[in-house]
């Protein structure tokens, strides 16, 4: 029983913690944040973990057009291997912003 305490309480300290994000990202903390928990998401299809994250690298692609913005966020994935993701920042009419993410290597 203690056992499981213990995971469960590092699961939930870990899984909060924030996620560095170096580069040129024009999302704010908050944004971030989220981003890095979608591509959690799309981590667990290598086997990884959803408890940690490492960006290496984020980069503008397209500027804010008046409908979106385009970054390419390069992250070290758990087994070491570099994926690269194609994040698109979509403002929402009520203030938010939604987030589209591929893989970077999908595209044409």
Known sequence: MKTRIGV???ALTFGCMAVEVPGESRANDVLKQDVAAVIKQFELNYGCSTLML???DTKL???FDGHS???KW???SCNGELHEYRVELI???DGGTDIGLSPWSDLP
């Open 69 to 71: 913005a385009v970054e």
């Open 54 to 56: 490492t960006v290496l």
């Open 8 to 10: 469960l309480l590092l």
């Open 91 to 93: 403002p929402t009419a």
């Open 61 to 63: 692609v397209t500027a």
């Open 74 to 76: 390069t992250i070290q």
